[in-house]
């Protein structure tokens, strides 16, 4: 070796400092919480999690909730691989360029439920742009009673008319308004759902000026008592 | 106070809550422009002047290696990356505390959103969730009114929240007017907030 560029060795030295310790990641959290086999289980998980490309962050919550209800290690052990299993099903149904976002609430709708063909049906709606409000708007749907095949069939088909987040959010509102008043889940679902098929705006269109579409961000009220 | 007086007082005060946290119209422009000054370097900062040759890490230059000093050299590396993976293991958590310690102000991801519990009985009552590692410790709500509602405002990153109330320390409480979580996992049930849409 007689002469060689300065700055591409340091680049070389800087790249192998950087990725080495990001390959061979612990996460202190788990160990400091988990008893050793637990944190150890849970550790080659969220690697596992890692080298495929998936979201890894909710594993590690997912065991530092067990923890904080008193799991037992197998317990906490099986859900984290269950919610592995969910997080790979959820990227394997959206698409290899989903984002983490879509991935997780995926993966959230998976558990409530949701079947892999809707979320399928959803990204085949929505090629292009992301799914992960309209996967959240259909989960929290669920959680509030709504049943799962009414909530998954008004969403895609505000998608597929073309329904940005805002109308998503505010189909959302509107069902939460209708049970607040008393109707039924489906009910108020469907109702929710007609309206936004006859007269809510789609995405494309411009709102009317001083009238904006009401969403649940802007209501500035939390779901609290 | 008669049960239904106080049923009464109770619900006032949970209208007032849950009005949230208003900001006026100015509050953005304010906290930018303390956001700027803060960046601002207290001392004045020498200008120096334009070198119109290349830069030292750029140029190039010939360099010499004995065998002794590439040995040298890669042990120096080695002992970098020893201490380097070090760090992100034993100290980690330090690390992680000095990042949230300093959180970026975007007022388009982050709203304050307010937990609220009635509970009459409590001595302590904390809230726990996927927001802060799910730590009892971490996040305590106040009494706000001698008859047992609890409280507490949060700013909270865009997306969907799955959290719990802790009371008194042992026992786990779902929030009584929010969705449940799918599944309850661990035989505790959870609850949901989702703000704003959902990070895209």
């Keep these: 070796m007689s002469s060689v560029r300065v700055a591409s060795l340091a680049a070389a030295i800087a790249l192998a400092l950087v990725s080495t310790p990001l390959l061979a990641q612990r996460d202190a959290r788990l160990t400091a919480r988990l008893d050793g086999p637990t944190a150890a289980a849970v550790q080659a998980t969220v690697d596992a999690a890692r080298r495929d490309g998936l979201p890894s962050e909710p594993l590690v919550l997912k065991a530092l909730e067990g923890a904080s209800k008193s799991a037992r290690g197998s317990q906490i052990v099986a859900v984290v691989t269950r919610l592995h299993g969910q997080l790979g099903q959820s990227r394997a149904a959206l698409g290899p360029s989903s984002t983490e976002a879509?991935?997780?609430?995926g993966a959230s709708a998976i558990q409530a439920g949701v079947s892999i063909e809707t979320l399928r049906g959803l990204r085949a709606a929505q090629a292009r742009g992301s799914v992960a409000t309209a996967l959240s708007v259909i989960t929290d749907l669920v959680a509030r009673g709504v049943p799962v095949a009414t909530a998954a069939q008004n969403v895609l088909a505000l998608l597929r008319e073309g329904a940005g987040d805002e109308q998503l959010i505010a189909y959302r509102t509107g069902i939460e308004r209708g049970m607040a008043a008393g109707a039924p889940a489906s009910a108020a679902a469907n109702a929710a759902a007609a309206r936004g098929s006859r007269g809510g705006p789609p995405a494309s269109v411009p709102v009317t000026p001083g009238r904006p579409p009401r969403t649940q961000s802007g209501s500035g009220r939390p779901p609290t008592l | 106070m008669s049960e239904r007086e106080e049923r009464e007082l109770i619900e006032r005060i949970a209208r007032e809550?849950?009005?949230?946290?208003r900001f006026d119209a100015s509050f953005d422009e304010r906290v930018m422009t303390r956001v700027r000054l803060a960046g601002r370097p207290e001392t004045p900062v020498l200008v120096r002047p334009i070198r119109r040759e290349r830069p030292w890490l750029l140029r190039s230059r010939a360099v010499r290696v004995s065998p002794l000093g590439l040995a040298a050299a890669a042990g120096f590396a080695a002992l970098l990356v020893g201490g380097t993976r070090a760090l992100s293991t034993g100290d980690a958590a330090d690390a992680a505390r000095i990042v949230a310690s300093a959180p970026a102000i975007d007022t388009q991801t982050v709203r304050v959103v307010q937990?609220?519990?009635?509970a009459p009985d409590a001595s302590t009552v904390s809230l726990v969730g996927d927001f802060n590692e799910w730590d009892p410790r971490a996040t305590p709500l106040r009494a706000v009114a001698a008859n047992g509602v609890w409280t507490i405002s949060l700013p909270l990153e865009?997306?969907?929240?799955?959290?719990?109330?802790?009371v008194d320390g042992e026992q786990w409480v779902a929030d009584p007017q929010a969705p449940k979580a799918p599944g309850d996992d661990f035989g505790i049930p959870n609850s949901i907030v989702t703000v704003g849409g959902s990070r895209s």
């Design chain 2, 158 to 166: 865009q997306g969907r929240h799955v959290y719990a109330f802790v």
């Design chain 2, 17 to 21: 809550l849950r009005q949230g946290v």
């Design chain 1, 102 to 105: 879509e991935i997780m609430n």
């Design chain 2, 115 to 118: 937990f609220v519990l009635r």
